[in-house]
């Protein structure tokens, strides 16, 4: 063998075998270093997915808007804002809040809007954002790494996003509720809606303004409550009875006819407002 094709053969061999090691030289999020960049807590069966969005791009609005399709992962969220001044200046008002992946900022991005964090800089946290920013010395987002490697989302083994779920229920009720008898007891109505959904609380449950507010913000449903009352009016006593409700002590979610399971109401409705009625 010739010095010259051995040589050659070598160096081959060494591009081969150093470019994993190359990938998994990529920084890992730690679970607790890391906690405030996760989208979701921390559930230790399921595996890690890290996501690179820039709150001015398009591409990773979109995506963020669709974040339930992610549900199969830890999904830690970070930021760069590699799209120019404005983009620099947008991440540097999310710093401003508690967390960098918490609701208010995530919805100020997919609106559009300037976060109202008024709180100072969380400079830990933007160190700990930078330092991954830099680790991966990002050129393009949304960019996703799955085990030290970047992947595309047609990888992922995705879930159903919220409204295919809603979508799903609903198509497969049995009962069709003819919601135009029940206007009377509509609270929140929104043109976008996907679905009609009842609420149906007992007798000592406090129909708060708080409550009010968050069905009004949950623009996926028409909401409708109906009072689980020996004296309730006529249609709370008919959809009670429509939905063999009429001798249940429990709040009780209905979507389009069908009563909503513990593991449904966990998927589709909003967590503030299922502990918000936990409480009440």
Wanted: charge should be positive; proline fraction near 4%.
């Amino acid at each position: 063998m010739s010095h010259w094709f051995y040589t050659l053969l070598m160096f081959c061999l060494s591009s081969v075998v150093s470019f994993p090691l190359q990938a998994d030289q990529h920084l890992i999020p730690d679970n607790k270093v890391h906690s405030a960049f996760l989208l979701n807590e921390w559930q230790a069966n399921k595996p890690s997915l890290i996501a690179f969005n820039d709150p001015r791009c398009p591409h990773c609005i979109k995506a963020l808007a669709q974040r339930e399709r992610l549900a199969n992962y830890n999904v830690y969220l970070f930021w760069a804002p590699i799209l120019g001044d404005a983009s620099k200046q947008t991440v540097d008002l999310l710093f401003h809040c508690d967390s960098p992946s918490e609701t208010t900022v995530i919805e100020s991005v997919i609106n559009r809007k300037a976060p109202t964090c008024a709180g100072p800089e969380k400079q830990v946290l933007r160190s700990l954002n930078d330092n991954m920013i830099q680790q991966y010395a990002l050129n393009s987002v949304p960019q996703y790494w799955y085990g030290g490697r970047r992947v595309a989302l047609s990888q992922l083994n995705l879930a159903l996003s919220t409204k295919q779920i809603i979508q799903s229920i609903a198509q497969n009720s049995l009962l069709k509720v003819q919601w135009e008898r029940y206007n009377s007891k509509a609270v929140a109505t929104a043109n976008i809606a996907i679905a009609n959904i009842g609420l149906v609380i007992t007798q000592d449950t406090e129909v708060s303004k708080q409550l009010i507010y968050m069905m009004s913000q949950d623009k996926r449903f028409n909401w409708y409550i109906f009072q689980n009352s020996a004296l309730s009016s006529k249609e709370n006593t008919e959809f009670r009875m429509l939905t063999n409700l009429e001798n249940s002590n429990e709040t009780t979610f209905v979507l389009e006819g069908k009563i909503l399971s513990k593991t449904e109401v966990n998927s589709v409705l909003d967590k503030k407002l299922i502990r918000l009625l936990s409480s009440s």
